[in-house]
């Protein structure tokens, strides 16, 4: 982070509205996902989207009335960039793999090898957004390590968002006997978003 001061502004307008422009969109009619350009975009909006709804919400209904407070504290807002990021590359390699998979089974869609250069492709473009080049750098080695494992026939189907979930319980910055208690809530909050978009994919798909 260097001597980079975090500020509110660091954390509204590029997050907030990633939020807020995604609920206005609920009412206008999608585009149709034909090419891997606007697969690309949508991965990497609707990652955004959950990854940011998710844990400010959580963050919002633990601290209450005292929300907007915590962020005059430096050291709280250094955690929240640094949760926001972390969660968000999960959350990218979560819907990166779940929408290629979906693709290979449901539209004989082959072309598996795209998935890495679309996920890079995203992470290239967030480098100009100031997301942490460790976090970058581990992103792409978790990716790599988890491409070894995939079962494409299978991904789409066997809980392909449990580890975005799991990363919102782990990054969010509030103390560990309280998130022990909301284990079950927080990880359901992530799944119940995640559903939305599996939705909004099927509707879109047009491969």
């Known amino acids: 982070m260097g001597k980079y001061k975090l500020t509110w502004k660091d954390l509204t307008w590029n997050d907030f509205k990633i939020y807020l422009f995604g609920l206005f969109k609920a009412f206008i009619p999608k585009k149709k996902i034909q090419t891997l350009d606007d697969l690309e975009t949508f991965i990497q909006n609707k990652s955004a989207w959950v990854s940011q709804v998710t844990l400010y919400s959580y963050l919002k209904t633990r601290m209450g009335t005292r929300y907007v407070l915590h962020f005059e504290n430096d050291e709280f807002m250094r955690s929240v960039n640094l949760a926001k990021w ?24 082959n072309e598996i090898d795209k998935a890495k250069e679309v996920f890079l492709k995203i992470l290239d473009d967030e480098v100009s957004n100031k997301m942490p080049l460790d976090i970058v750098e581990y992103a792409k080695k978790n990716f790599n390590k988890r491409l070894l494992d995939m079962n494409w026939d ?31 809530i927080v990880l359901n909050s992530v799944i119940l978003k995640w559903d939305v978009v599996k939705k909004e994919f099927n509707d879109r798909i047009n491969f």
């Open 86 to 109: 972390n969660i968000y590359a999960v959350a990218l390699q979560d819907l990166t793999f779940f929408t290629f998979s979906y693709l290979k089974v449901n539209h004989n869609y």
């Open 154 to 184: 299978n991904y789409f189907k066997d809980l392909p968002f449990n580890p975005s979930a799991l990363s919102l319980y782990e990054w969010a910055p509030i103390a560990d006997e309280l998130k022990t208690l909301d284990r079950k």
